[in-house]
């Protein structure tokens, strides 16, 4: 679990800051105008927003990859019954063990 | 999801859960002393030193090294970037991943070994865990002994410990981009603001969490570097190698016993490389990722030879061919200078003089130009053609200037609205300028025209931009 957890957040982190730093050095934040006002008043939180925010998409995207690695094994149903299932097999308890 | 549902003991989750993924078991390294330990306190002391001290340096009345992302200017020492200077920073990430390739083609990991933030946090904090909590045996009967007024006061304190350094760090980090005196006397005073409090914490949390929790997991699941640093390994690569051509057939035996009569090698199985890897493996089933280059078990395999009176360097940093016995060990430095290290020393040195070059001859002044863009053009009172444009000034020297604006691409081109201006050390200005042209000497809807700003002291200092200057 520990290393799933790792590989969905940790990659979608390095990506953020780079595209954070990115983004805030060809745009400055107190130019990014909504309906006129400035949408963030200060740089330093919106270089912090900037980050959590691409952090979040990069999270979301990850988690998708994760569901969708799901081989067909892991979705359908089990032929076998659980005390029969192989050790190891995220079956072996109830639905709940898997992923 | 089936039909049959059994209930399955709680206990039975331990052994299958650890076959899905390795469940990590909580390494604690017994500590190692000799020539590579000796390297790596002094490195951390140097690095940290340096870290720690930089931001209260001082420079010109300012922070010597200060990347203020409030202003959006980077100041270190005599120098100031803009954001318009991202190809420095470009340059500069490009030299270091150089560098860092070269270093890795010559001796391995070196980086991870012995500088690398990871590396030295944790040798920082489990200098802290033996100091408060004893050597690697003391560590792991605490670890085993159940919660009582002992356990709970050395584990408090090594905590409180540990907080205090990531809180440290923590506050340095956000002192190299907010001004770090100004942030020391807000601390001082409880009076920090809510984004660097924001940042202090979430640094020193990931520093507490990667020094003191993660430790050799960062290394092993979490960077990058350990996953392609072998593409740049080839058989003259100098790595920490155990050199099975002595030491086998292992095994233990007395110290008085001749082991070459035995049949044995120099290798007495004794345990001690496993005991000090800060990443728990065996160097000696060969190279392996996990392991980080940080030659703890050279210093610890080199004592027990020393104590078994064999010679040293069972384990030591030798080349692949050498173990082969292509070449002896005293071959290594002819071996360093290959077609790898050779291409990855000139890329460097092109790169470093380009960016030195760059840097030496760099004009302290930038003008961005904007298009006023309500009003393209319009017609003056006098028929004549005028457009507005908008000149975004930076003067990037320590010196205020005075400069003039003047316009080429059209014949008769006028300046109107601001001739000259001026602008103070490090000062960004926007001036209005229009333009005024003779329709007469229009050809086409949109000329291309360019501004020449020029210091009136300097005529070094000088830029040009090209803008559009547009018809009726």
Request: with cysteine; net charge neutral.
């Amino acid at each position: 679990m520990m290393q799933r957890l790792i590989h969905i957040l940790w990659p979608p982190f390095l990506v953020a800051g780079v595209a954070d730093i990115l983004f805030t050095t060809l745009f400055d934040p107190l130019e990014i105008l909504y309906r006129g006002e400035p949408l963030i008043e200060h740089r330093i939180a919106a270089y912090t927003i900037g980050f959590f925010v691409f952090w979040l998409l990069g999270i979301a995207s990850s988690m998708l990859t994760c569901y969708f690695q799901r081989g067909a094994d892991e979705i359908n149903r089990c032929p076998l019954p659980p005390r029969n299932r192989p050790a190891g097999c995220p079956k072996r308890e109830d639905e709940d063990a898997c992923c | 999801m089936t039909d049959d549902k059994q209930a399955t003991p709680a206990s039975a989750d331990a052994p299958i859960e650890q076959q899905l993924y390795a469940i990590r078991q909580k390494i604690q390294p017994r500590a190692v002393h000799g020539v590579f330990a000796n390297w790596r306190i002094a490195l951390v002391l140097l690095t940290q030193a340096v870290y720690y001290g930089l931001p209260w340096l001082q420079w010109d009345n300012r922070q010597a090294v200060l990347f203020d992302l409030a202003a959006r200017k980077f100041y270190i020492f005599g120098l100031v970037f803009w954001p318009q200077d991202f190809v420095y920073l470009t340059g500069l990430l490009i030299l270091s991943a150089l560098a860092l390739f070269l270093f890795t083609a010559v001796a391995g990991r070196l980086w991870c070994g012995y500088v690398c933030p990871q590396t030295v946090y944790t040798e920082l904090f489990m200098w802290v865990e033996e100091w408060l909590e004893g050597d690697h045996l003391a560590r792991k009967k605490l670890d085993k002994s159940p919660w009582n007024a002992n356990k709970l006061r050395r584990r408090g304190l090594k905590h409180l410990a540990w907080i205090v350094l990531a809180l440290w760090t923590g506050f340095t980090f956000v002192g190299y981009f907010t001004p770090i005196q100004t942030l020391g006397a807000e601390a001082a005073s409880l009076s920090l603001g809510p984004w660097e409090t924001f940042w202090i914490l979430f640094y020193g949390f990931a520093t507490w969490g990667n020094a003191g929790f993660m430790r050799e997991q960062v290394c092993k699941y979490m960077c990058p570097y350990a996953r392609f640093q072998s593409v740049m390994f080839d058989s003259d690569t100098l790595t920490v190698t155990y050199d099975s051509s002595i030491g086998e057939p292992r095994g233990p035996r007395s110290k008085k016993t001749d082991y070459k009569a035995a049949g044995l090698g120099t290798c007495i199985d004794c345990n001690v490389c496993v005991q000090v890897c800060p990443t728990g493996i065996d160097i000696r089933n060969g190279l392996q990722y996990e392991c980080i280059g940080c030659a703890a078990c050279i210093d610890g395999c080199d004592q027990i030879m020393d104590k078994m009176g064999y010679p040293r360097g069972l384990i030591r940093y030798t080349t692949e061919n050498v173990v082969k016995g292509k070449y002896p060990d005293a071959g290594i430095i002819k071996h360093v200078l290959r077609p790898r290290t050779l291409i990855y020393t000139v890329l460097l040195a092109l790169i470093a003089g380009a960016f030195v070059y760059s840097l030496a001859t760099r004009v302290p002044l930038r003008v961005d130009v904007v298009r006023d863009r309500a009003a393209l053009s319009k017609e003056t009172d006098e028929g004549m053609i005028e457009n507005v444009y908008r000149l975004q000034l930076i003067n990037m020297d320590g010196q205020p200037h005075r400069y003039t604006i003047s316009a080429q691409g059209i014949d008769d081109l006028e300046v109107a609205a601001a001739r000259e201006t001026t602008a103070a050390p490090f000062q960004t200005i926007d001036i209005p300028v229009s333009l005024i042209a003779d329709p007469e000497e229009l050809k086409g809807r949109s000329i291309e025209v360019t501004f020449t700003i020029q210091a009136t002291d300097d005529p070094r200092i000088r830029d040009e931009v090209a803008t559009k200057f547009f018809n009726r």
